[in-house]
């Protein structure tokens, strides 16, 4: 008998996946087990649940339904933690930090916490929006040098192109 693999399993990916990391692993596996392409007898079937896989983990909406599915606090018997908790003990791993009754479908890249579909496409690269504003009270002196380097050289051709014309029009030989 076998037993039901997750679709993570079926595109060979792990869960915490970027949706990049899925579309390249899609590909791959589609251009190795297309039916016009694979020997093996099993590869439509195989390629029939590659496609299935992807079009929910493609979708954010439907990999966060599908996520939520299968973490499942009643029907894995772990008891849900108490809602009046403070602090980030009390965040599920599948909640959104700045939206807590919606389902996360990413994580910031600097603190870790769950990011819903809203907030996932609104920073680029994913991040919450306190890792955002942080980010973006920061002084940015790491733009200084390539600006001023920019503006000399700028400066330096302007010079060098204002005397050759005049030079040409002064008639020198």
Not at 67 to 76: F, I
Not at 109 to 117: I, R, S
Request: aromatic share 6%; net charge negative; glycine share 6%.
């Amino acid at each position: 008998m076998q037993t039901a693999r997750s679709l993570y399993e079926i595109l060979q990916v792990d869960p915490r996946a970027e949706p990049e990391v899925l579309e390249a692993a899609f590909r791959r596996l589609a251009r190795k087990y297309h039916p016009d392409v694979s020997d093996t007898d099993d590869a439509a079937e195989r390629m029939k649940e590659l496609n299935a896989a992807y079009e929910v983990l493609g979708d954010p909406a439907r990999r966060a339904a599908y996520d939520g599915q299968l973490v499942d606090p009643a029907a894995a018997g772990v008891a849900e933690p108490d809602p009046e908790e403070e602090g980030p003990a009390a965040q599920t791993a599948l909640g959104c930090r700045q939206h807590p009754d919606a389902v996360a479908v990413a994580t910031c890249g600097q603190c870790g916490a769950g990011l819903c579909e809203q907030c996932f496409v609104r920073f680029q690269p994913p991040s919450c929006l306190t890792c955002a504003l942080a980010w973006a009270r920061r002084p940015h002196r790491r733009l200084l040098l390539p600006t001023l380097w920019f503006f000399i050289v700028l400066g330096v051709m302007v010079y060098l192109l204002a005397n050759s014309t005049s030079l040409v029009t002064r008639g020198s030989p």
